[in-house]
């Protein structure tokens, strides 16, 4: 059954945002000077917020990321110069810091050590000290991600391409996607990656394990063409903004959908409230949340007690427990050795405060000692995390 389009007529009152709220960029109206650097702020169920407004007018707002502390950065791109700046917001709105000019950045991404990059042919990495260095990349870097190692980013080449950097070693990692056209990218806990190519979200996959370029693997029935999009902190679904001027009311609108990553399904969506006096949005969207890391506590190792050759033990259940503020995705799980992973206990996720488990069974191979390690890939600090597996055949 489809969702509705609901209109996003009323406001709650005196709020700051929260996490999964929605962030959507305006462009100003080029004649009429009305409004300031203005960020729109939504509710998931379509309910306005508030506005952020930042220290200029004649720009648009476009790239944005939140970063591990919660704050919002989005990109100032000044009218008739290619001389733009980074606005940095807190939850209520205020404006913290205004970095710049830089050189007509695409897109903004951060590290979980409070470091900035700026996608902008090279990559540009901003300290929190507001020291800057850059890496020159193959290709050009348009649209740029953080992967969960913390120091790979992907990104979009001018041709399309979606190609890997090593900003620790300073290396061109390798191409990920050929021919994929991408515009947007985005980089999810398992390491597959989705795209907004011509309108549309694509989901890209390995092959095969380790194997390289991603195939497409699924391509989402988003109900209208997707300008951008943004993943929601809940770790199952995405957002998409698909923004337009309508000349006969002289207004600019927009509407946002909700999609389920793994199945497809339409989740929500919604019609932003009009905009007066010559104002567009600025085909941006974020999600508060989106770029948060939660924290985990992880069973670090099981030890199997003696099982003959060929049989298989009780299984040991590795416990993953969420101590951070937001929800814990499992991406993928990998294990070694006479070991096996019964059940994915974790596959629906861990909500903050919450823990999952994870069943292994011990089947020996061989007479003697025998090892093996779990490795859980997710959207947590320290991922993927590894867990020592070990037993005796007898």
Not at 5 to 28: E, F, K, P, R, W
Not at 268 to 295: K, P
Not at 314 to 338: C, E, F, H, M, R
Request: net charge neutral; proline share 6%.
């Amino acid at each position: 059954m489809g969702v509705a389009l609901i209109c996003a007529m009323s406001t709650i009152v005196g709020a700051q945002a929260q996490v999964g709220n929605l962030y959507v960029g305006i462009c100003d109206g080029s004649l009429q000077n009305t409004q300031q650097d203005e960020v729109d702020v939504y509710s998931p169920t379509g309910q306005f917020v508030t506005a952020f407004h930042g220290p200029t007018q004649n720009a648009c707002l476009t790239g944005m990321a939140f970063d591990g502390a919660d704050h919002f950065h989005i990109i100032s791109a000044r009218f008739q110069t290619q001389s733009w700046n980074v606005l940095e917001f807190d939850n209520s709105g205020h404006l913290l810091s205004n970095r710049g000019p830089f050189n007509s950045p695409v897109s903004i991404t951060h590290d979980t050590q409070g470091n900035i990059y700026l996608g902008q042919g090279t990559i540009l990495k901003i300290d929190p000290a507001g020291n800057v260095s850059s890496f020159t990349v193959a290709g050009g870097a348009q649209w740029i991600d953080m992967a969960p190692d913390q120091r790979t980013i992907y990104y979009s080449a001018s041709n399309g391409d979606v190609k890997t950097f090593d900003i620790v070693s300073r290396t061109q990692g390798p191409d990920i996607a050929v021919d994929a056209l991408a515009r947007n990218v985005r980089v999810l806990p398992d390491n597959s990656i989705l795209t907004q190519t011509l309108g549309a979200i694509r989901h890209w996959v390995p092959p095969c394990a380790g194997c390289l370029p991603y195939r497409q693997g699924f391509a989402y029935q988003v109900p209208a063409n997707a300008d951008s999009f943004a993943l929601d902190p809940d770790g199952v679904s995405f957002w998409t903004i698909n923004s337009f001027y309508d000349s006969r009311t002289q207004l600019g609108k927009g509407n946002v959908y909700r999609m389920n990553i793994k199945t497809g399904d339409l989740m929500a969506s919604f019609s932003l409230q009009s905009l007066t006096n010559g104002r567009t949005y600025s085909a941006s969207i974020g999600v508060n949340g989106d770029g948060m890391s939660s924290t985990a506590t992880v069973t670090p190792s099981l030890v199997f007690p003696k099982v003959f050759v060929g049989t298989t033990s009780n299984a040991k259940k590795v416990v993953i427990s969420n101590t951070g503020p937001v929800q814990i995705v499992v991406g993928n799980l990998s294990i070694t050795g006479d070991f096996a992973i019964k059940k994915n206990g974790c596959a629906k996720g861990i909500p903050p405060g919450g823990f999952c488990n994870i069943p292994i069974n011990f089947t020996p191979t061989q007479l003697g000692p025998r090892s093996g390690t779990l490795k859980i890939f997710d959207n947590a600090i320290g991922s993927p995390h590894s867990v020592a597996l070990s037993g005796t055949g007898k």
